[in-house]
């Protein structure tokens, strides 16, 4: 039994070495924890701030009992861990958060929409599909133009298509490569926004102010942040997050990504069980930032204080971006956040910068 609040100088073990859980370890660094990495890379970003890297892929029974062993608590960076690293890190005894339900729920897309709609956390209607007839059907059902995403694995825009007619669902299934789907309606949004939330180890929740978030080519860009809001949308993010966070029992930080509706009304697009991209504005535009609320949460020490210390614009650095990184420096108002990575490849996120400006600007 590990015994909470950990006490400094106790390891936290990650699940997943790249930049999230690069900054995870440098925030446990600053607690005064040791952090164990488990990634299939051995240069990965995390490695470099690591107190240990153990180089193995994710399901290795033998590496996932070393990492038990090294570890008072576990956590991971990314929501794809498979399931049964999960439960052998449970079945020798290890302590995870967030739990295997949460990581369950946010790996497939039908279960995560039917979840969020039992838990009072509105999305748009969508049908599961597994074969062109039930395909066809689900686009008949939601009426085209549709989006048919498949079920498992898609990120940054990755396993997407839209189709315009039923007839097209056998070309729409090829190119999102077959495999179980998802049909959805169209969100006719104006903005995406995302709400970062915290729940600790007695339950208290911790809300940051939500980020306003513009894509490129899938990937996200820029978030800016806080977003300006009406108080009822404001009011109707903090009830779905908390919504969110009480159903699935969670501790540790949590991303809901959402569209905001032309009339205000919100509704989910996705929940990432984990720290986020579009959370990296709090690292210098906030009291205390997502990654060390992570480790509070999962370390079982009370949550800090949420509250935006300045505007904060976050552009990330993809690519050849990072290339700009002399001008960036000198720079006053840039905060510079480079992720170690050894080689620019396109779409690759490689860092980023916070802009900030003051609040009563
Ligand atoms: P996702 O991988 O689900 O986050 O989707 C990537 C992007 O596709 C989102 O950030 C939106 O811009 C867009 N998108 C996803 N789902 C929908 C939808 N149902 N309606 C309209 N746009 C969507």
Same mark, same amino acid.
Request: with cysteine; aromatic share 6%; net charge negative.
């Given at each position: 039994?590990?015994?909470?609040?950990?006490?400094?100088?106790?390891?936290?073990?990650?699940?997943?070495?790249?930049?999230?859980?690069?900054?995870?370890?440098?925030?446990?660094?600053?607690?005064?924890?040791?952090?164990?990495? %488990?990634?299939?890379?051995?240069?990965?970003?995390?490695?470099?701030?690591?107190?240990?890297?153990?180089?193995?892929?994710?399901?290795?029974?033998?590496?996932?009992?070393? =990492?038990?062993?090294?570890?008072?608590v576990i956590t991971f960076e990314f929501e794809n861990v498979p399931a049964r690293a999960?439960?052998? =890190?449970?079945?020798?005894?290890?302590?995870?958060?967030p739990n295997a339900r949460a990581l369950a729920i946010a790996q497939d897309r039908v279960d995560e929409k039917t979840f969020l709609n039992g838990a009072g956390a509105p999305t748009v209607a969508f049908a599961a599909a597994d074969d062109v007839a039930s395909l066809a059907l689900g686009i008949e059902t939601l009426g085209a133009p549709c989006l048919i995403k498949t079920r498992r694995d898609g990120y940054d825009g990755k396993g997407q298509t839209w189709v315009e007619h039923a007839s097209d669902a056998a070309a729409a299934l090829a190119r999102v490569g077959s495999g179980p789907v998802i049909v959805e309606a169209p969100a006719a949004f104006r903005r995406e926004l995302s709400v970062i939330a915290a729940r600790g180890r007695s339950g208290?929740?911790? %809300?940051?102010?939500?980020?306003?978030?513009?894509?490129?080519?899938?990937?996200?860009?820029r978030t800016q942040a806080p977003a300006e809001l009406t108080d009822r949308t404001r009011a109707q993010a903090e009830q779905i997050a908390a919504r969110i966070l009480g159903a699935l029992d969670y501790v540790g930080v949590l991303a809901v990504e959402l569209f905001e509706l032309e009339d205000g009304q919100l509704l989910v697009n996705e929940i990432a069980p984990r720290v986020h991209n579009s959370?990296?504005?709090?690292?210098d535009g906030c009291e205390v930032d997502q990654f060390e609320q992570q480790i509070r949460a999962v370390a079982g020490w009370p949550l800090g204080p949420t509250q935006a210390l300045a505007h904060t614009e976050m552009i990330n650095l993809i690519g050849d971006d990072a290339e700009e990184w002399k001008r960036l420096i000198a720079e006053p108002a840039a905060r510079v956040w480079l992720y170690g990575k050894r080689e620019a490849r396109p779409g690759r996120k490689m860092g980023h910068v916070n802009r900030l400006r003051p609040l009563k600007d």
């Amino acid at each position: 039994m590990t015994d909470f609040p950990l006490a400094p100088g106790s390891t936290i073990g990650i699940l997943g070495g790249g930049q999230l859980g690069r900054m995870l370890a440098l925030a446990a660094a600053r607690l005064g924890f040791d952090v164990a990495i %488990l990634d299939p890379e051995p240069d990965c970003p995390a490695s470099r701030v690591a107190k240990t890297t153990i180089t193995a892929a994710y399901d290795d029974p033998q590496a996932l009992k070393a =990492l038990a062993e090294a570890s008072d608590v576990i956590t991971f960076e990314f929501e794809n861990v498979p399931a049964r690293a999960v439960e052998r =890190l449970l079945d020798v005894g290890a302590e995870v958060a967030p739990n295997a339900r949460a990581l369950a729920i946010a790996q497939d897309r039908v279960d995560e929409k039917t979840f969020l709609n039992g838990a009072g956390a509105p999305t748009v209607a969508f049908a599961a599909a597994d074969d062109v007839a039930s395909l066809a059907l689900g686009i008949e059902t939601l009426g085209a133009p549709c989006l048919i995403k498949t079920r498992r694995d898609g990120y940054d825009g990755k396993g997407q298509t839209w189709v315009e007619h039923a007839s097209d669902a056998a070309a729409a299934l090829a190119r999102v490569g077959s495999g179980p789907v998802i049909v959805e309606a169209p969100a006719a949004f104006r903005r995406e926004l995302s709400v970062i939330a915290a729940r600790g180890r007695s339950g208290e929740i911790a %809300l940051y102010p939500l980020g306003e978030n513009h894509h490129e080519g899938g990937i996200l860009r820029r978030t800016q942040a806080p977003a300006e809001l009406t108080d009822r949308t404001r009011a109707q993010a903090e009830q779905i997050a908390a919504r969110i966070l009480g159903a699935l029992d969670y501790v540790g930080v949590l991303a809901v990504e959402l569209f905001e509706l032309e009339d205000g009304q919100l509704l989910v697009n996705e929940i990432a069980p984990r720290v986020h991209n579009s959370g990296h504005w709090t690292l210098d535009g906030c009291e205390v930032d997502q990654f060390e609320q992570q480790i509070r949460a999962v370390a079982g020490w009370p949550l800090g204080p949420t509250q935006a210390l300045a505007h904060t614009e976050m552009i990330n650095l993809i690519g050849d971006d990072a290339e700009e990184w002399k001008r960036l420096i000198a720079e006053p108002a840039a905060r510079v956040w480079l992720y170690g990575k050894r080689e620019a490849r396109p779409g690759r996120k490689m860092g980023h910068v916070n802009r900030l400006r003051p609040l009563k600007d």
